[in-house]
């Protein structure tokens, strides 16, 4: 069984901070490349961060200078600490857990999803 599970997000005001938490059971965690993606209403979703096996990172260009995504794979867990949010960043945020041969995810395996956190930027 594998469950990615997020939490931390919340109302906050603009300018203000945010940290989500993803962690993961029933995989090899060492082994996925973790991302961040998030989905506004009414929009496509969208990668915004990324943490590969190796520890290289990714951001969109939007959340870059403001995001951080990092991971303890002693814990199973990937974070995203969020500062100077915008309303812009009001959206559903997904962790995305991803394995790192391709040809298992091709086959349909090794690509998870957790349920989603809210974060709300607002004031």
């Known amino acids: 069984q594998v469950q990615l599970v997020e939490s931390g997000g919340g109302l906050v005001q603009p300018g203000g901070s945010l940290r989500l938490s993803c962690a993961a059971s029933?995989?090899?965690?060492?082994?996925?490349?973790m991302h961040w993606y998030r989905q506004a209403p009414g929009s496509q979703r969208e990668l915004v961060a990324a943490i590969t096996s190796g520890s290289q990172i990714n951001y969109a260009d939007s959340v870059k200078g403001r995001f951080t995504i990092s991971r303890d794979n002693a814990k199973n867990t990937v974070y995203l600490q969020m500062n100077g949010l915008k309303p812009e960043d009001t959206a559903v945020y997904y962790c995305?857990?991803?394995?790192?041969?391709?040809?298992?995810?091709?086959?349909?395996?090794?690509?998870?999803w957790g349920q989603g956190t809210q974060v709300t930027v607002s004031s």
């Open positions: 029933g995989i090899r965690f060492s082994s996925y490349d």
């Open positions: 995305n857990a991803a394995f790192v041969l391709a040809s298992m995810r091709e086959k349909g395996v090794g690509d998870y």
